[in-house]
C-alpha cells in the first residue's frame, strides 16, 4: 500500500495550489481520502476528506469556501485545491486513506496509511 502526495512548492500570497495524492498497491476507490496539514510546531490538522463516490464531502474551517477536494478513481487520484493562500497555510500536506469516515473524518486514528506529505510555502 503507497500514497504519494505531490504538488507542493513555494507559491505567493493569493495563489491556488492542487495537490495530488496517488494511491496504489490497494483498490483505491474503495477507501475514503483525507487531507491533513501539519504547520511546523503544530499538531497535525484535517483539512478536507472525500468518501469513495464523492458522496460525502468534509472541509476544515481554516480552508472552507476557498478549497476543493475531488477525484478520479480511474487514476487512482485524489486532488486538493486551495485557493487565495497564505502564509498561514504554509505546512507539510499529507495524505490519508480510511475505509470508513463519515463524520468522524478529522478523527486520525481512523485512517490507516498515510503518504510521505509535500510541503506548501507561501511567501512572497
Known amino acids: 500500500v503507497q500514497l504519494q502526495a505531490s504538488g507542493g512548492g513555494l507559491v505567493q500570497p493569493g495563489a491556488s495550489v492542487r495537490l495530488s495524492c496517488v494511491g496504489s498497491?490497494?483498490?483505491?476507490?474503495?477507501?475514503?481520502i483525507g487531507w491533513f496539514r501539519q504547520a511546523s510546531g503544530k499538531e497535525r490538522e484535517a483539512v478536507a476528506s472525500?468518501?469513495?463516490?464523492?458522496?460525502?464531502?468534509y472541509y476544515g474551517d481554516s480552508v472552507k469556501g476557498r478549497s476543493t477536494i475531488s477525484r478520479h478513481n480511474a487514476k487512482n487520484t485524489v486532488y486538493l485545491n486551495i485557493d487565495s493562500l497564505t502564509p498561514g497555510d504554509t505546512a507539510v500536506y499529507y495524505c490519508?486513506?480510511?475505509?470508513?469516515?463519515?463524520?468522524?473524518?478529522?478523527?486520525?486514528?481512523?485512517?490507516?496509511?498515510w503518504g510521505q506529505g509535500t510541503l506548501v510555502t507561501v511567501s512572497s
Open positions: 498497491g490497494f483498490d483505491f476507490s474503495w477507501y475514503a
Open positions: 490519508g486513506r480510511a475505509f470508513s469516515l463519515g463524520n468522524n473524518w478529522r478523527n486520525i486514528n481512523n485512517y490507516d496509511y
Open positions: 472525500i468518501s469513495t463516490s464523492n458522496e460525502a464531502i
